[in-house]
Structures are given as structure tokens and as C-alpha cells.
């Protein structure tokens, strides 16, 4: 599991590749969730670098038909990663009244970034390089992945041991997504990366691609 000490040697990307926007298609439903549910910052469309669609529109491709992706969201900017942050904190300190300071923030990191725009080390969403991803049947009903998204337990982690349609559905996703150039953050199945740190660490690659990005 990375954590940001283990990869402060990664060097800062600097592509300037811009972010497009997603919008529903053959490919794709769009769920701006934080959106949906009135986070501060957050915005109505999901943006992503061009090459990060590019691999979605792959990914949406090898999937066995009769599944759809449902991109849930993008890129953030700091004032919506730090409201999740908190708003992640606060359910974790409520669901563990033991556990605070250093630990609550731990165990905080491991279903969402800290929040940093620093160009080695930015929070993976800040760089329009991480996506939250779901799927959906054929239809557009989202299938049961076996853990609520934004979860903060046990079930989230990719590889948690569930059995029938959910484990098998999270296999799905993932085979499509690593098949694609993405990496997976183990904590979260919906959580893939490609072309910042955290892919570059997952990746074993010297060099991110992207680094934090501002929204034009
Ligand atoms: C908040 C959650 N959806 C997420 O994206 N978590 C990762 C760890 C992040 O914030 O980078
Ligand atoms: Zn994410």
C-alpha cells in the first residue's frame, strides 16, 4: 500500500495536457456525485486529461457486454478534496469514537487524499489523473460492488473477500481498468489512477506524467 513518504522520490509531472470534460455516451454514464450531493467546490461535470478519457473509452471497450462504466467523478479542485476530507473524518471519528489525531487521519488517507497541490506529491484528484468509476448493467442500473462507494470499512478494499455477483463485478471493472494503462488505490475498488504519483509509484515509473492542474 503507498503511502506518501514511500514515494516523495517520484518526479513532479509536468504535462500540460488540458482537461476535457466527459459527457454520457455509448462509452458512458456521467454521475457527478459530489455534485449531486451539494459538496461545496464540487462541479456539475466530470473533467479528466484527455489521455485518462482516452483509456476510459478503452476500458469501456474491453468490458464483457451487457456492462456499462459510470463515471462518478474527476478532477477536484482543493476547496471540494479538503470538504471530503473532512466530511470522511467525521464519519470515521463517529463510527470509532477511539480513534483521533494522527490515527483518525490515517485511517482518514485511506478512503480519501490529503489535501495538497504540491506539485511532487498533489492529492491524485487535483490532477484530473484519478478517476471514480462504477458499473452499470446494460440498462444503466449501477450493479452492487459489494460496498457502498465512499465507504470508510473493510468491504472498500478491492480485494476484500465477497462472494458471488459483487466479487465478480469488481473483478470485471478492475481487469477492464488495469487492462487499460490505470492503477487501483487497494483501499477504495472504485479509485483508479493513470499519469500522476500515485500511478507512477503503482506503475514503478521515476516520473509522474501530471501534476495539480487548475479548471478553466
Ligand atoms: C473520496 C474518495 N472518493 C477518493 O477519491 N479517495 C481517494 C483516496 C482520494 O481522495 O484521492
Ligand atoms: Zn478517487
Redo the contacts with the bound molecule.
Keep these: 500500500m503507498i503511502t506518501w513518504d514511500s514515494a516523495k522520490q517520484i518526479a513532479a509531472g509536468t504535462s500540460e495536457e488540458p482537461l476535457v470534460s466527459a459527457a454520457d455516451s455509448k462509452h458512458w454514464i456521467c454521475k457527478p456525485v459530489y455534485f449531486q450531493n451539494g459538496f461545496v467546490g464540487a462541479l456539475p461535470q466530470i473533467w479528466l486529461r484527455q489521455s485518462v478519457l482516452d483509456r476510459l473509452k478503452i476500458a469501456s471497450e474491453v468490458l464483457p457486454n451487457g456492462y456499462r462504466l459510470v463515471l462518478l ?1 474527476g478532477w477536484r479542485p482543493k476547496q471540494l478534496q479538503q470538504a471530503l476530507f473532512d466530511d470522511m473524518r467525521q464519519k470515521i471519528a463517529t463510527e470509532n469514537p477511539r480513534l483521533e489525531g494522527i490515527q483518525l487521519d490515517e485511517m482518514t488517507m485511506n478512503y480519501c487524499s490529503k489535501v495538497s497541490d504540491d506539485p511532487v506529491q498533489p492529492s491524485p ?1 487535483l490532477t484530473g489523473g ?1 478517476v ?1 468509476v462504477t458499473l452499470a448493467n446494460a440498462s444503466g442500473v449501477e450493479l452492487d460492488m459489494g460496498s457502498a462507494f465512499d465507504e470508510p470499512s473493510q468491504r472498500s478494499w478491492t480485494t476484500y473477500q465477497l462472494s458471488g455477483a459483487p466479487m465478480h463485478h469488481r473483478k470485471v471493472l478492475h481487469s477492464a481498468m488495469i487492462q487499460s494503462g490505470f492503477t487501483n488505490l487497494p483501499s ?1 475498488w472504485w ?1 483508479y489512477d493513470y499519469g500522476n504519483w500515485v500511478w507512477a509509484w503503482y506503475s514503478e515509473a521515476s516520473v509522474a506524467e501530471y501534476g495539480p492542474i487548475e479548471h478553466i
Excluded: L, M
Aim: glycine share 0%; charged share 50%.
Design positions: 467523478d484528484h484519478a471514480d477504495e479509485h
